[in-house]
């Protein structure tokens, strides 16, 4: 390989996963030198998976953390609610991080994030209940063709965890299956999803504590995080730097 041009040996080796680049590098001394250049291989594979979205200062200058971190940090402060993609009633603020129902006269609908959650990439999304008259909130995916004039989870294009019942709920039904058994959640509860696309599901956090069974599988390929509001003076908000939790 030593006789290849820099280029070529730098596109190979960025075909790897991390887990490879670690075994690549226990394979002989030049092989372990080369990969040990972070500004190398794993600032090249960094740029080129995360198209230049990357926020080093967030990993203290180190290419080789972002890329073991999957560069979540760097992507949970990109998360903003997409105003042309609400449902009638809900209104955003605060730079698009916050979210209120404000109209009586309809029913409850949802609001999507303006970043998709796509193939092979893992995400973490937050949010934090700033008020809930009665818990009729849920917290979900939804894919790109969802009705936003109903609850995330009413059709097949939605899934999602309702405060309300304390269970999944997808094409309208609540699945007693994933019950959620710890302590009430209301104003200042902090929901977040693991959202790992690799493997295709999402684990659910409460409160930075990992849920026991509630946990979404087989979605689809491309999806948004998505929230439902249902009664007047719900409010939610996009925790932009959450601590992320190991997943």
Partial sequence: MEYLPLEIVVEIFSELSTKELLNAKLVCRSWCHFISIEDLIWRFICLKRWFGRCNIAQYGGSWKMMLMDDNLRTKSLEWEWDKNRCGKGIHTFHNNRAAVFQASNYAACQVLCSKSCVRDERYYFEVEIIHTVRG?????????????????????NGWSFSLYSGTL??????????????????????IGMAIDMRNRRIIF???????????????????????????????????????????
């Fill in 136 to 156: 009729a909130i849920n917290v979900g995916i939804s894919s790109q063709n969802v009705d936003l004039e109903r609850r995330c989870g009413f059709d097949g």
């Fill in 169 to 190: 709920f997808h094409q309208n039904t609540w699945a007693n299956r994933s019950s959620y058994s710890g302590p009430l959640l209301g104003a200042g509860s902090r």
């Fill in 205 to 247: 956090f409460f409160n930075g504590i990992i849920s026991q069974g509630v946990v979404l599988e087989r979605i689809p390929s491309e999806v948004f995080p998505s929230v439902s509001l249902g009664d007047v003076g719900d409010c939610v908000a996009i925790i932009p730097n959450p601590i992320i939790p190991k997943f």
